[in-house]
């Protein structure tokens, strides 16, 4: 199975007077819902647009019927069908580029904040680009408030978030106002909070439901930094942690489990454990095989049911550590059957699949399953459960 196709190229635009470039839109179901604002756009999966008000924008999937009427009519392939109401959609009408930035029926919603980083990790699934990318926050800043307000979760994703971090803690607040039922989860890689203005920026957001995810590969500094492929980094990201903790602050430790971390994850589990007792998560992640993980395959590639019995130990340690811990993107049939209650579903659905021989299974339901994206690999431990 392939991802769902969140971005591409529209089949048609048709404008009849000046509108902006950069649009972002609102899908909205006409039968049951009038566009109440510019960004409203009527979605038409088939047949005729019937209105009696002509709409400023509509998209149209599919095929646009002759004679539908609206300012801005945006036609976009059979591959877009999965879009709905409430829908939000970001296109560029002098290039054509369309990117569904948020569904409504998804749980796993996220925004791209920048493709910028300071780290070049090994294993990076979004390979980081040195561009001036700052329209992508001003985005996100207009999409914010046309979100459905009963949404429980939104992600929030780099490159580096925190190389600009006065703008998005700005959009946090933007966040924290226009959906304060709704909460949020930054990945960074921690090391904007070595400094005390930014850690006291985020904590002052005082959002209710705000948590950041930072990642530590190893217990060994240099193994870290060998990871992220940035000298003193581990330091620094140590430090921002406890200056996160020291002001309140929920943080998610996550690990990327490859061939140069997994051998280490009991020593690593030990040490979050003797030194971070008070993170709020820790997360054991299996790798997504993808963007620098292909390039960097021979250095990364680990089948997880060569390091089961490792990993059962770690997320004991921290388990008795008092310490959360989940393990997330791993199959159940590669893992240990001690570790069951700790894998989460944990994959994005729009690259979340299953093999065919997972059609049996007892587990899938419950079960992680695979990333669709990149080049796929699997443990030789794949098979069908007939209990769970
Ligand atoms: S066979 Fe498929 S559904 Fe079953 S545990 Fe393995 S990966 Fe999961």
Same mark, same amino acid.
């Not at 009408?93 to 948020?102: A, P, S």
């Not at 957001?205 to 980094?233: E, F, K, R």
């Not at 990327?256 to 009991?266: E, G, Q, S």
């Given at each position: 199975m392939k991802p769902l196709v969140l971005g591409g190229k529209v089949k048609a635009v048709e404008i009849d007077n000046d509108v902006h470039n950069h649009q972002v839109l609102r899908l909205i179901d006409a039968s049951v819902e009038q566009p109440s604002g510019p960004n409203d756009a009527v979605l038409v999966k088939e047949g005729r647009l019937k209105l009696w008000v002509p709409p400023?924008?509509?998209?149209?999937v599919g095929e646009r019927p002759e004679g539908t009427p609206a300012p801005l009519a945006i036609t976009l392939g059979?591959?877009?069908s999965y879009l709905g109401p409430g829908d939000i959609l970001g296109v560029h009408l002098d290039t054509g580029k369309v990117r569904t930035l948020y569904r409504r029926s998804s749980r796993h919603n996220g925004f791209l904040l920048t493709e910028r980083c300071n780290h070049y990790c090994v294993m990076c699934s979004q390979p980081p680009k040195n561009v001036n990318d700052g329209w992508l926050l001003d985005e996100i800043a207009r999409v914010i408030p046309l979100i459905d307000f009963e949404t429980?979760?939104?992600?929030?994703t780099g490159g580096e978030p925190l190389l600009?971090?006065? =703008?998005?803690?700005?959009?946090? =607040?933007?966040?924290?106002?226009?959906? +304060?039922? %709704?909460?949020? *989860?930054l990945? %960074?890689?921690? =090391?904007?909070?070595?400094?005390a203005e930014v850690t006291d920026a985020w904590a002052s957001i005082q959002h209710p439901n705000l948590s950041v995810g930072i990642p530590i590969y190893s217990a060994v500094d240099a193994i870290h930094d060998y990871v992220v492929q940035a000298l003193g980094a581990f330091d620094e990201t140590v430090l921002g942690i406890l200056r996160l903790k020291e002001l309140g602050q929920r943080v998610e430790v996550r690990v990327v489990l490859h061939a140069v971390t997994a051998p280490r994850i009991v020593e690593t589990a030990q040490w979050l454990a003797r030194n971070l +007792?008070?993170?709020? *998560?820790?997360?054991?992640?299996?790798?997504?095989?993808?963007?620098?993980a292909i390039a960097n395959d021979r250095l990364l590639w680990i089948d997880p049911l060569d390091f089961q019995e490792e990993l059962a130990l770690a997320v004991d340690i921290l388990d008795v550590a008092r310490v959360p811990v989940s393990v997330y993107n791993l199959p159940f049939c590669v893992l240990d059957q001690k570790v069951w209650p700790f894998a989460r579903q944990s994959i994005s659905d729009w690259k979340n699949t299953y093999l065919p021989q997972c059609a049996g299974c007892a587990a899938k339901t419950n079960c992680a399953g695979f990333f669709s994206t990149g080049r796929p690999k699997q443990s030789r431990a794949i098979e069908p459960l007939h209990t769970f």
């Amino acid at each position: 199975m392939k991802p769902l196709v969140l971005g591409g190229k529209v089949k048609a635009v048709e404008i009849d007077n000046d509108v902006h470039n950069h649009q972002v839109l609102r899908l909205i179901d006409a039968s049951v819902e009038q566009p109440s604002g510019p960004n409203d756009a009527v979605l038409v999966k088939e047949g005729r647009l019937k209105l009696w008000v002509p709409p400023s924008a509509a998209v149209f999937v599919g095929e646009r019927p002759e004679g539908t009427p609206a300012p801005l009519a945006i036609t976009l392939g059979e591959e877009f069908s999965y879009l709905g109401p409430g829908d939000i959609l970001g296109v560029h009408l002098d290039t054509g580029k369309v990117r569904t930035l948020y569904r409504r029926s998804s749980r796993h919603n996220g925004f791209l904040l920048t493709e910028r980083c300071n780290h070049y990790c090994v294993m990076c699934s979004q390979p980081p680009k040195n561009v001036n990318d700052g329209w992508l926050l001003d985005e996100i800043a207009r999409v914010i408030p046309l979100i459905d307000f009963e949404t429980s979760y939104l992600g929030f994703t780099g490159g580096e978030p925190l190389l600009e971090w006065q =703008r998005v803690v700005e959009l946090l =607040r933007l966040t924290r106002d226009m959906l +304060p039922n %709704t909460a949020v *989860h930054l990945l %960074t890689n921690g =090391r904007g909070f070595v400094n005390a203005e930014v850690t006291d920026a985020w904590a002052s957001i005082q959002h209710p439901n705000l948590s950041v995810g930072i990642p530590i590969y190893s217990a060994v500094d240099a193994i870290h930094d060998y990871v992220v492929q940035a000298l003193g980094a581990f330091d620094e990201t140590v430090l921002g942690i406890l200056r996160l903790k020291e002001l309140g602050q929920r943080v998610e430790v996550r690990v990327v489990l490859h061939a140069v971390t997994a051998p280490r994850i009991v020593e690593t589990a030990q040490w979050l454990a003797r030194n971070l +007792p008070f993170v709020d *998560h820790v997360a054991l992640m299996g790798l997504e095989n993808t963007g620098f993980a292909i390039a960097n395959d021979r250095l990364l590639w680990i089948d997880p049911l060569d390091f089961q019995e490792e990993l059962a130990l770690a997320v004991d340690i921290l388990d008795v550590a008092r310490v959360p811990v989940s393990v997330y993107n791993l199959p159940f049939c590669v893992l240990d059957q001690k570790v069951w209650p700790f894998a989460r579903q944990s994959i994005s659905d729009w690259k979340n699949t299953y093999l065919p021989q997972c059609a049996g299974c007892a587990a899938k339901t419950n079960c992680a399953g695979f990333f669709s994206t990149g080049r796929p690999k699997q443990s030789r431990a794949i098979e069908p459960l007939h209990t769970f």
